[in-house]
């Protein structure tokens, strides 16, 4: 009886945490501004993309190219502090809506009381991806079969959303010597992954996965491994304006929507994110990240990670996996067909 | 030659309806076609107007469709009335959807039913028989009564199964009707059908159907067996289901495998695999190799798939999900190996394997009339009886007490559907065991006993059942096992990879290289015998897909009896 009682009162709980959140965006919707409003253009049933970027110019041609190709009808970005040409770039592409703001992005939950204001007003109903410009976002098949093949299949076995792992590229020397220009492809420089291990475990209240592992565990969290970055997402959501994003896309509410992913060795069908943190740019970023401070709940713990970042560090190692394409990562148990053949 | 009908359920994606339905009109087969009444009707208009153009082609007076209900049968129905009344020289009526895709050019339809004018090729198997049904309900989908919509009233629908569970109803069929079931999409003679429709005891049939659950599979398949003369057990039409019974959809990426499946039709198509409607829709006989219908080149991906999908993988050095069970006092103390099925299929298997790997290599052991010891013994080391009475009273302890004695002689043991299963679960759930299986060899010496087909038909849905029984248990996520089932189609195919693997499991000390590979038995004419049975109204399943060869296909499998390349 008291469980019964337990689940009530976290259900409750967990609805009030939501509207707050949802209340949350409403009142921060002032932050934005407005630039190029093409939402108007968007047909029934297209594919969104939601983003917030900061100084991702070099990034961005890929991204875009990427994900038109994949069949994301609409891209909605949140230009935050942007001072590298992102916002004059973004402005010229012909299916991106754009705002600004110049306000915290910490204190806007990393963006997401933004997004989540633009996906009240324009997600609702649609099949929505939400990336950070430095994620690539691939599932099985992506190469022969559209988005709208995916998210048909998903709509018919009655699935809200996809589950992804991060994976984190990177090249074969020091970061700062794989020379990458905009609109490349990244990966062949980034060729390589930890193919584990992974660690998962589940938590509450919200029962959101928390997989951990691959090679910032490794090189940089080996003394401190519960502070290693989270590596499950969920960011392809067939949008109801009810839903929220917690922390990043790593987890939601309602709480449901966090069981749509049971990590990499799951059977259910899931994708991966091929992470392109740590193209040549990083090594600079990273002495500007950590005077900005704006990524992490506790920057403060996060400073060597930053420093060893700054230094121009070699990832790879002997057991570096070179990726070959999605079979590859299908083979080796990190993202799954399911039950679409 | 006489002409194919084609009866078309259209429902959604419209375009693609109309333009399979032009291409077969522009073949010259009569359509009619039946539009569900949810489709809005400007919707309907327009599809109605595209197609008005062409001659052979009526549209069937619109039922609302639900899923799962009578009115999908009460569409076909009256579709196929008028397909009757308007074209009645019609030799075969083919009931296809909208999301079908013809694969061939029709002229080879045309001649393979020609060649085959009696036949009707309808899926119909007996309610015992059937693997597919899902959440359990299968002879129950005739003896209780379901006026609610699964998807629409689930929870009515649940409770009104469960009230009929629990007050014992009971429906009682309608006189000479022996419920069979199939998949929807079936191609009748003319004549069949007509006796369908016009069956003086239609009234009642309709009643009766028209309260079972899903009468789209059970209809036609049970009404076919009692006015046809001659059954083909199975679809022209390929359709494949997941696990959960949702339709497998094709996408572009898939040409190549429809190709080479050589099926008639396929569904489901993606609506927007413009790549497989620009390739298929061409009656140039070039597009195919005029072949019989081999839909296990794709039952074979698909049945991966599904494993993967209800086994999970192993091997991820990921913390578990939940804390597993981690003790297991009582079991064996050494590691042997459990063979289901290759005594079956090859001769004198017992002998090569002791041979080609040492150890004890067992018959038997737990047959019903006594122990099987190797070379016959009676009683084995330690004093082990061969009475099958003892060894039942606690088969367990049978068991373990065997490997305690014979502790650093591995044993080895043969086991089937044939034998005690009480001893299953322990087998399963002990990790010093190492199981291999292959699934549905033990229809092999039932083929070659040529016994009265009589006698074989019920021994051999007893054996499926077993056994399926014993795989689901294999493929439980707290088996402890090592396990590895193979289909006998799987196996037939490329025998010496699983038995070399077999080898290094029992001996790993090295790479040991089989010498001598295992006599097959002759497996000529198998693929119809399972297609026997198929007729018969059982569903073989377990050994994979055999495509039946033989007599109704002139062609003969150049892969299935290949020589062996040794070591």
């Known amino acids: 009886m008291t469980g019964v009682l337990h689940r009530a009162w976290v259900a409750y709980r967990m609805r009030w945490k939501r509207r707050r959140l949802l209340f949350r965006a409403f009142r921060k919707r002032g932050e934005l501004e407005q630039l190029h409003d093409r939402s108007g253009a968007i047909e029934p049933g297209a594919i969104l993309c939601f983003s917030t970027v900061r100084n991702e110019r070099v990034r961005l041609p890929f991204f875009l190219d990427h994900h038109r190709k994949l069949g994301v009808g609409h891209f909605l970005f949140v230009a935050n502090n942007c001072d590298d040409g992102t916002t004059e ?82 090249p074969k020397g020091p970061l700062a010597d794989a020379v990458y220009t905009a609109g490349a492809d990244p990966f062949e420089a980034l060729a390589w992954f930890d193919a584990g291990p992974f660690f998962k475990q589940r938590q509450q209240p919200l029962d959101n996965l928390w997989v951990q592992g691959g090679v910032r565990r490794r090189v940089f969290f080996q003394d401190d491994p519960r502070r290693a970055p989270t590596l499950n997402k969920i960011p392809l959501m067939k949008w109801d304006r009810r839903f929220v994003y917690v922390n990043s896309t790593h987890s939601a509410l309602p709480p449901r929507l966090n069981r749509l992913y049971d990590g990499p060795a799951a059977t259910e069908l899931s994708g991966v994110l091929l992470h392109t943190k740590f193209l040549d740019i990083v090594v600079e970023r990273s002495r500007e990240e950590k005077e900005r401070g704006e990524h992490f709940a506790n920057g403060a713990l996060f400073t060597d990670y930053y420093d060893d970042l700054a230094a121009n560090p070699t990832l790879w190692n002997s057991h570096s996996a070179r990726y070959e394409g999605w079979q590859q990562l299908e083979a080796m148990g990190l993202m799954s067909r399911g039950d679409w053949t | 030659m006489r002409n194919v009908g084609f009866i078309l359920l259209v429902h959604a994606s419209l375009e693609r309806s109309a333009q399979v339905a032009r291409h077969w009109a522009a073949s010259g087969c009569p359509i009619v076609i039946h539009v569900d009444r949810h489709v809005p009707t400007a919707d309907h208009d327009r599809f109605v107007a595209e197609l008005s153009g062409l001659e052979a082609v009526r549209f069937a007076p619109r039922h609302a469709c639900e899923w799962g209900t009578w009115s999908i049968v009460q569409a076909t129905l009256a579709a196929s009335r008028l397909m009757l009344t308007e074209f009645p020289d ?70 009104y199964v469960h009230l009929q569970r629990r007050l014992g109803m009971k429906r009682r069929m309608p006189e000479g009707l022996q419920p069979h079931l199939g998949s929807q999409w079936w191609c009748l003679t003319q004549k069949t059908l007509t006796a369908i429709l016009d069956d003086p005891n239609r009234p009642e049939h309709d009643r009766f159907f028209s309260k079972v659950w899903i009468p789209d599979e059970s209809y036609f398949q049970t009404l076919t067996r009692r006015h046809s003369t001659q059954i083909e057990s199975r679809s022209l039409t390929l359709s494949k289901f997941d696990f959960q019974g949702k339709p497998h959809v094709f996408y572009n990426d898939h040409l190549q495998l429809l190709r080479r499946s050589d099926c008639f039709v396929a569904r489901k198509i993606w609506p927007r695999a413009d790549a497989l409607y620009d390739s298929f829709l061409s009656n140039d006989p070039a597009v195919t190799k005029n072949a019989e219908p081999n839909p296990g080149k794709i039952d074979k991906l698909f049945a991966k798939a599904t494993e993967r999908r209800t086994n999970g993988r192993a091997g991820l050095r990921m913390q578990s999900r939940f804390p597993r069970d981690g003790w297991e006092n009582g079991k064996t103390c050494a590691p042997y190996s459990v063979f289901q099925g290759f005594a079956e299929l090859f001769d004198d298997f017992e002998g090569w394997i002791e041979r080609q790997a040492g150890g004890r290599v067992h018959g038997h052991l737990f047959a019903p009339d006594r122990v099987h010891f190797a070379g016959g013994e009676t009683t084995y080391n330690g004093a082990l009886s061969d009475a099958a009475e003892l060894r039942d009273y606690d088969p367990e302890g049978f068991l373990t007490n065997l490997i305690w004695n014979t502790r650093g002689e591995r044993q080895c043991f043969q086991f089937g559907p044939g034998d005690n299963q009480r001893i299953c679960w322990f087998l399963a759930s002990d990790r010093n065991a190492r199981i291999a299986v292959i699934s549905g060899a033990w229809a092999v010496p039932l083929f070659k006993s040529g016994r009265d087909f009589a006698a074989i038909r019920p021994e051999a849905a007893q054996l499926q059942a077993i056994e399926a029984q014993y795989l689901t248990q294999l493929r439980s996520p707290q088996v402890k096992a090592q396990v590895h089932i193979w289909s006998l189609a799987d196996f037939v195919d490329a025998p010496m990879e699983p038995l070399q693997m077999i080898m290094d499991e029992i001996g790993p000390r090295g790479a040991r290289r089989l010498s001598e590979a295992p006599r097959m038995v ?35 499998n150049a892969g299935r009896r290949r020589p062996y390349a040794v070591g």
């Open chain 1, 89 to 170: 770039y973004l402005a010229d592409q012909p299916d991106v809506s754009l705002w600004q703001t110049k306000t915290s992005y910490k204190a806007s939950r990393f963006g997401l009381d933004w997004l989540t204001w633009l996906q009240i007003r324009h997600g609702h109903g649609h099949w929505c991806l939400t990336l950070d410009a430095d994620e690539i976002f691939i599932y099985p098949h992506w190469n022969t079969r559209p988005l709208r093949a995916l998210t048909d299949h998903l709509d018919q076995t009655g699935k809200a959303g996809l589950g992804a792992l991060m994976m984190d590229m990177y």
């Open chain 2, 90 to 159: 019609v030799g075969h009526v083919y009931l296809a959807s909208g999301a079908c895709l013809p694969l061939r050019p029709v002229q080879e339809l045309q001649a393979y039913l020609d060649r085959h004018s009696k036949t009707d090729f309808i899926e119909s198997v007996t309610t015992q028989d059937v693997a597919w049904t899902i959440g359990g309900l299968s002879t129950e989908r005739f003896t209780y009564r379901f006026p609610f919509a699964w998807r629409r009233q689930r929870r009515l629908f649940d409770a």
């Open chain 2, 522 to 556: 002759d497996l000529t004419g198998f693929g119809r015998f399972l297609q026997k049975l198929r007729n018969e109204g059982m569903n073989p399943y377990l050994m994979g897909d055999f495509p039946a060869d033989a007599d109704i296909a002139p062609r003969q």
